[in-house]
């Protein structure tokens, strides 16, 4: 053996290597994304925490135009109770098309888990 010997794939003069591989570094608007549902989810938890006694508790304020005996008030509960069956049905029809099992398998224990609480 006469000459050097290559180990690795050859890496250009004034290049970097980068730590990881190209495909495991996050796209910028990630970065944007993630603060602004931060600060979403912050002016959300203070709206919250602020509004706690109105709304919440034994001295809440109470809405008495729709009760749920005139027909007005089930209408009102009808079309909820239809809209959160057509949502539910949609997330599992989404996640099928899209063969999401393991998205499917965690929102079943999640509403497995809701469901118990």
Do not use: E, Q
């Amino acid at each position: 053996m006469s000459g050097p010997m290559v180990t690795g794939p050859p890496v250009a003069p004034g290049r970097r290597r980068r730590i990881l591989p190209p495909a495991r570094y996050r796209h910028p608007g990630d970065v944007i994304r993630l603060l602004v549902a931060g600060l979403v989810f912050a002016g959300t938890a203070a709206a919250a925490l602020a509004t706690h006694g109105t709304y919440a508790g034994a001295s809440a304020t109470a809405v008495t135009a729709l009760r749920v005996s005139t027909p007005a008030g089930r209408a009102l509960t009808g079309l909820m109770t239809a809209a959160f069956a057509v949502a539910a049905v949609a997330a599992i029809a989404a996640t099928l098309r899209y063969r999401r099992f393991r998205l499917l398998a965690s929102m079943a224990g999640a509403a497995l888990l809701t469901g118990a609480v």
